[in-house]
Structures are given as structure tokens and as C-alpha cells.
DNA sequence: TCTATACATTGACTTTGGGTAAGAAATTAT
DNA sequence: ATAATTTCTTACCCAAAGTCAATGTATAGA
């Protein structure tokens, strides 16, 4: 990824790569999908920097494309992260969309990412057009809801040692790809007690 | 609470009640409103009582009128409290509704609890013919949603005794109406460590 | 490539929570 | 009202996690 690497390329890639998931619903034509797509922006973000901050309001939907995007909270001066996204994940402040009320946190790149943007009218206009479009949405805010439910379940029912093996088996990518410190505090535990929990695994 | 207590004058009360909601919402005529009420069902509950048990799948879409509601996981023998719903407060099952899957999970009465509820094909019948109340109930799905990112946000980012304080801050209420050992493990911890919590707490 | 910085591990010590068991207090049922 | 049962508290000891400080190890920038 250096001097031979070309955003605008990688974005126009991108895209098609879109089309191509439009088309396989196959209820579009060519046009409606170039339509569609048009609605959509690609953008690109470098490891660290923030897709949007405590205080801000959020007037986007995001889909990552690939990479990695941290959720994570200052609590006096303390970084607490509550949620990983990747490949394929959608990211969207439902309450700060719909009454444009201030997120509390910070959305940050753990690594280069990619991700496709559409704003709330191009949504807007996205549904009316393409009323399929509406209905799979509501059914992945279901499915979204579900998984939260169950998400706050599991972080209730586990200790930090059985929710670090959780992530061993459902998300193992993750442990590559996120600093241990930043994953420490997504389990809910200080880096060295993460640092001891992985030893001790280790040991048995 | 006796020999003079009524069900079925509670249950006439309860439906007049949910009469004067729609009405204030004053879009709807009384005979909408009568035809809408009929759709929906008035369910009372003992203190103990089971509205889900885990296995079964949920075809219904409940409202707290008054009571307590507990949702807990039983994990290897214990149970693990999830969530206290209480007086308007809305209760189901996003996926288990729409697809059939069976719930992972049980819901208890934590007191003498009326509901209201309504059936999956009430609910289609209900939102085609009002379509207001299908925004509207898109709305709370997306508030519901909200909700439990912050829930688990709150949950990841505090330590027992900090999510006790935000009880007392927040739900009050729960601390008189439910059992402490409930209590207990829906704040992660033994109803021992409970108590050394409480004790911690008024030495200060 | 070297250096500065960030990150991860380890150790010593403190605090907090878990496990068990016993007894006190409160509820519930008879 | 009394007995039975459930719930809550306390005490003991142990395990796990927090804190602080020191030491490695990686990484990124110059």
C-alpha cells in the first residue's frame, strides 16, 4: 500500500463492487442500480482517525466495506470501547438520526477503512424509490435489536476470562487486527489483567 | 387485594384506559378506536408466573399496564437476570417473532402484572389499517434499539457497585419491588457481594 | 537504521467479588 | 398467630481484577 496504490481506483472498484451486490437481488435494472448507487458516497478513513465524535450529530448511514471501526466512550479522561465493526456491518445512531440528538461517543479506525455513506434524504429518496430496500431495513433493525439483546445478555452472564474466550472463537480476527489494550477495555478489564487472563488460558 | 377484587371489572378498566390513549392521540374516530381495541388482549399474571418460557417461540407483542416483568437465561442452573421491564414498557422478540426461532430465554412475573397484547396478525391488521401506528411503532423499535446500545455501552464502561448506584439513580422503584437476589445477578454479581455493596455504600 | 514512542508483560500489593456456611430477618402458607 | 420457607446478611478464605511501577517488545517516524 504505497506509491503505486490509487484511492480514486480503489474507490471506482468499490462501487462496482456494489453494483454487483445490487444485481444480484436482481429486482433492479441497470439503471435503477446506477440510480441507486449514485446515492451513495465512498469513504475512505487511515487507521486513527474518526468517523464522527462525542457531541456531534450523526446524518449518515455506514456500511464497511472493509476495515475496522471502534466505538468507545471517554469516561473521565478513560477510553471505553463497546463495540468493534467490520466487513459488512452497518453503523447508524438510530436517536441521533431521527432527532438529531448528539451522539455520546467517539467512532474511531483501527485500521485503513473503507466505507460506503448515504446520507439520511438520499435514504429518504433511497425507499421511496426502492420500497424493497425499506422493508430489508426495518427487518436488519429488528435483527440489529436482537442482537443487542442478546449482546447485553451475554456480557451479563460472562466473566472477562469467558467473554475473551468468546471473542477466541466468534470473532478471532479481531485479536489480530485491534491493540490488546483496546480489546482489554472491550472486555471490561485493565490491559493487564487481559495480559494475565491470556496467560492463564495459556497454562491449562 | 381480595375477596372484593374483580378480574374481569380490572381487565373493562384496563381496556377504557388504553380507549383514552388512542383517543388523546385524537386521529381516530371512536369507532377506529373501539374496532382497534378489539384487537388487542388484557392478560393478567401471578407474581411468579411465566409469560415465555425458553424453547417456546413468541407470536406476540405485549405492553406492561402495570407490574414488573423479569427477563432471565438460565445458565447451567443458574439464573441469570437480563432486564426488569415495568409500567409501560414494551416486551418481544424481534427474530423470534418474524422467524420462528425460539426464544433462548424466560419471562417472569415479578409481581401481580397486567398486559396488554397483541397478536402477529392483529399487529398487520392493526398497522394496515392505521398506518400511523406503524411509523409510530417503527419509531420505538428504533428507540428500542438505541437503548440497549446504550444499556451495554453503560454495562461494559461500570462496575457492579457504580451500576447499583445507577439504579438507585435511574429505577428506583426496583429496588422496593424486587427481590434482592434478582437484583443481584442483573447487575453481574452473587446477592453476597450484593450485600457487601450495600454495606460498602452506607459506610461512606 | 536508529530513536522515540506506544504497547505488552510482569511483579508486589490492594481491593473487590466468589464460594461456603451459618444465622438473622422477612415472607408466605397453614 | 405460628411454622415453614425464602431471602438477606455476615464471616471466613480464596481467586480474580485493579493499581502502580518497572521492564521488555514492537512500531512508526525521522
New interface residues.
Given amino acids: 500500500m504505497a506509491k503505486q496504490f490509487s484511492e480514486t481506483a480503489h474507490i471506482d472498484s468499490v462501487k462496482n463492487g456494489i453494483k454487483k451486490c445490487f444485481a444480484e437481488l436482481d429486482t433492479f435494472t441497470n439503471e435503477d442500480i446506477d440510480a441507486a448507487v449514485e446515492l451513495i458516497t465512498i469513504k475512505t478513513l487511515k487507521k486513527g482517525e474518526h468517523l464522527l465524535r462525542e457531541g456531534e450529530v450523526s446524518a449518515k448511514s455506514y456500511s464497511i466495506v472493509s476495515g475496522c471501526v471502534r466505538?468507545y466512550?471517554l469516561?473521565n479522561g478513560e477510553e471505553?470501547?463497546?463495540?468493534f465493526y467490520t466487513e459488512g456491518q452497518s453503523i447508524f445512531?438510530?436517536?441521533s438520526n431521527?432527532e438529531r440528538i448528539p451522539v455520546?461517543?467517539y467512532l474511531s479506525c483501527v485500521e485503513y477503512t473503507t466505507l460506503s455513506v448515504i446520507s439520511l434524504e438520499n435514504q429518504k429518496e433511497m425507499y421511496s424509490r426502492f420500497p424493497v430496500l425499506e422493508s430489508m431495513s426495518?427487518?436488519s433493525?429488528?435483527?440489529?435489536?436482537?442482537n443487542?439483546?442478546?449482546?447485553?445478555?451475554t456480557?451479563?452472564?460472562t466473566s472477562p476470562e469467558e467473554r475473551y474466550l468468546n471473542l477466541l472463537k466468534f470473532r478471532p480476527e479481531l485479536l489480530n487486527r485491534v491493540p490488546q489494550y483496546q480489546l482489554a477495555?472491550?472486555l471490561?478489564v485493565t490491559p493487564e489483567s487481559l495480559s494475565r487472563i491470556r496467560k492463564r488460558i495459556l497454562l491449562k
Same sequence: chains 1, 2.
Fill in positions: 466505538q466512550y469516561v471505553k470501547t463497546t463495540f445512531s438510530p436517536n431521527t455520546k461517543y426495518r427487518l433493525l429488528q435483527e440489529e435489536l436482537h443487542y439483546q442478546e449482546m447485553l445478555a456480557y451479563i452472564t477495555s472491550y471490561g
